[in-house]
């Protein structure tokens, strides 16, 4: 496995699936942002996460500050594929922070286990039909303890399997640990 510091990245200019994981403060956010600006062109960073409380409303304050201003804001708890599909061709590059938020999002609104992996599957269909590259980011969540009720196993689970399809549909995958950036793919 190579390690992968912001100095060693060349840059980029074709069109890649590049899909980081690895546990919650790992660096994942910080290092896809790093990545992102080694590709060249108009950039958009798609947020999943919703100010449900002040909490979170201070953490996507922070987000948005740390972006370099010449990166739009795409704002999509649900319709992630969706919008994919229609920004994928607009952008050279899109970042999609996060994968497990919009799964929890998706489960939080009431949205079946089939037809969440549909949507898994549509939003990589989405990926693999744009013409810009996109950076996937998602936790790592199986590498815990067995979750006590139905609700966390599933939400799990379904973490685990659309992130496999992630990774196998990736040109590049990286996991991160402490702050390192180990690339595990490409």
Known sequence: MENHNQANLAPR??????FITGGARSGKSRFAEE????????KAYLATAQALDEEMAERIRRHREKRPPDWQ???EPLKVADCVSKE????DLILLDCLTLWISNLLMAGWEEATILKEGNRLLD????????????????GMGI????AQARLFRDL?????QKTAREA???YFMVSGIAQKIKG
Do not use: H, M, W, Y
């Open 126 to 141: 989405a990926c693999r039909r744009a013409k810009g590259s996109l950076i996937l980011v998602g936790n790592e969540v």
């Open 171 to 173: 040109d590049e995958v």
């Open 88 to 91: 994928g061709n607009r952008f």
């Open 35 to 42: 990545l992102a600006r080694q590709f060249p062109g108009a």
């Open 159 to 163: 973490s685990g399997f659309i992130q």
């Open 73 to 75: 804001t795409l704002e």
């Open 13 to 18: 200019t074709q069109k890649k699936i590049v």
């Open 146 to 149: 067995v979750p006590e009720n």
